[in-house]
C-alpha cells in the first residue's frame, strides 16, 4: 500500500530535550516537505527536500533541522525544542513539488 | 509575496451546496487544489485544477477558477454529513530557485441537520 509514515503519532517532551520525528514513504518520490499545522493558521511549510542531499528551508524553518541522506527517509529533528514548537506536523511527498503530496498522518507534539 | 486566503468556518444544512471561496495571490500558479482533512487524519487531495482551466467537476464537486480576480471556489452538491471536515485550498508556483505548494488557513465546514 502506497503510503507516507510517521513516527511517533503522539509526543510530549520537555524544553530543551533533543527529538526526532522520523517520516518515511514508499512511493519512489523525490520531493519531500515536512509541515506544521496551528489553528488559523493553516499548514506551514517547515523544510522540504527535492531530491536525496538536497534540502531547502521553507516559510519557517528556525529550530528545526532536516536531513535527506535515502530517498525513502526524511527526518525532522528538534536539537531544543520550545513550547513555541508545539503543534500538529506533517510530513508529505510527492512525485515532484507541483503534483499532488500525499501527507501522513500527522505527529501531534507538546513541548512544555 | 505569496498567500492564500480562505475563511475559517462554514456551516450549511444537510442537503444544501457548500461553497467554499479561497483568493491567491501568486499569478505563476500551474495548479490549484483542494484538501480534504478529516478528523485525526493527514490531508486528502479532493481535486485540482490547471491554472489555464475555467471549470471542474467531479461528481459532487465543482471547482471554478477565476484567474483574473485570483478567486477559486469549491462547491460540493447535496452536502452530507460525511463532508464536515477542514479543506484546504493551495497553489503550486515556481520561483526561480524551485516549485512550492501554498496552502491556505482551511475552512471548516460542520453541517447541520
Known amino acids: 500500500e502506497a503510503q507516507v509514515t510517521q513516527n511517533p503519532r503522539y509526543l510530549i517532551t520537555v524544553t530543551g530535550k533533543k527529538l526526532t520525528v522520523t517520516c518515511s514513504q514508499n512511493m519512489n518520490h523525490e520531493y519531500m516537505s515536512w509541515y506544521r499545522q496551528d489553528p488559523g493558521l493553516g499548514l506551514r511549510q517547515i523544510y522540504y527536500?527535492?531530491?536525496?542531499?538536497?534540502?531547502d528551508k521553507g516559510d519557517v524553518p528556525e529550530g528545526y533541522k532536516v536531513s535527506r541522506k535515502e530517498k525513502r527517509n526524511f527526518p525532522l529533528i528538534l536539537e531544543s525544542p520550545s513550547p513555541n514548537q508545539t503543534s500538529l506536523y506533517f510530513c508529505?511527498?510527492?512525485?515532484?513539488?507541483?503534483?499532488?503530496?500525499?501527507f501522513g498522518p500527522g505527529t501531534r507534539l507538546t513541548v512544555t | 509575496g505569496e498567500d492564500v486566503e480562505q475563511s475559517l468556518f462554514l456551516s450549511v444544512r444537510e442537503g444544501d451546496s457548500s461553497v467554499i471561496n479561497c483568493t491567491y495571490t501568486?499569478?505563476?500558479?500551474?495548479?490549484l487544489y483542494w484538501y480534504k482533512q478529516e478528523p485525526g487524519a493527514g490531508l486528502q487531495l479532493l481535486t485540482y485544477i490547471f491554472s489555464n482551466m475555467d471549470m471542474k467537476q467531479d461528481q459532487r464537486l465543482t471547482v471554478l477558477l477565476n484567474k483574473k480576480d485570483k478567486h477559486l471556489s469549491l462547491r460540493i452538491a447535496d452536502t452530507q454529513t460525511g463532508d464536515s471536515a477542514i479543506y484546504f485550498c493551495?497553489?503550486?508556483?515556481?520561483?526561480?530557485?524551485?516549485?512550492?505548494?501554498?496552502f491556505g488557513s482551511g475552512t471548516r465546514l460542520s453541517i447541520r441537520p
Open positions: 501568486d499569478s505563476s500558479s500551474t495548479y
Open positions: 493551495a497553489e503550486s508556483i515556481r520561483d526561480s530557485s524551485a516549485s512550492k505548494i501554498i
Open positions: 527536500s527535492m531530491n536525496v542531499e538536497v534540502t
Open positions: 508529505a511527498s510527492s512525485g515532484t513539488a507541483a503534483y499532488e503530496q500525499y
